[in-house]
C-alpha cells in the first residue's frame, strides 16, 4: 500500500477505543507489513497482536472496574 500513518500506531488507537468503551476493534495483521497489498503501514505483525490483546485486556477489565 501506498498509505503512511501519520498521526498514531495501531497501536495507540487500539489503546485509547478501548479505553473510551468501544466494544469492538478492526485490527490489520500480516505477516510481513511491508509486503501487504494494502494498508501496509497500517498492519502489525502477526507476532505483534498476542501482546496487544493482552494489554487492550487488562486495559478493558480496568474500564470495567474488573481489575486485571
Known amino acids: 500500500g501506498t498509505e503512511k500513518n501519520i498521526l498514531a500506531s495501531p497501536e495507540a488507537l487500539a489503546k ?26 497500517n498492519s ?3 507476532t505483534e497482536l498476542e501482546p496487544l490483546w493482552s494489554t487492550l485486556v487488562r486495559i478493558r477489565q480496568a474500564v470495567e472496574g474488573k481489575g486485571a
Open 16 to 41: 485509547a477505543g478501548v479505553s473510551a468503551g468501544a466494544d469492538g476493534l478492526f485490527i490489520e495483521v500480516h505477516e510481513n507489513p511491508p509486503l501487504a497489498l494494502s494498508d501496509a503501514y
Open 44 to 46: 502489525l505483525k502477526l
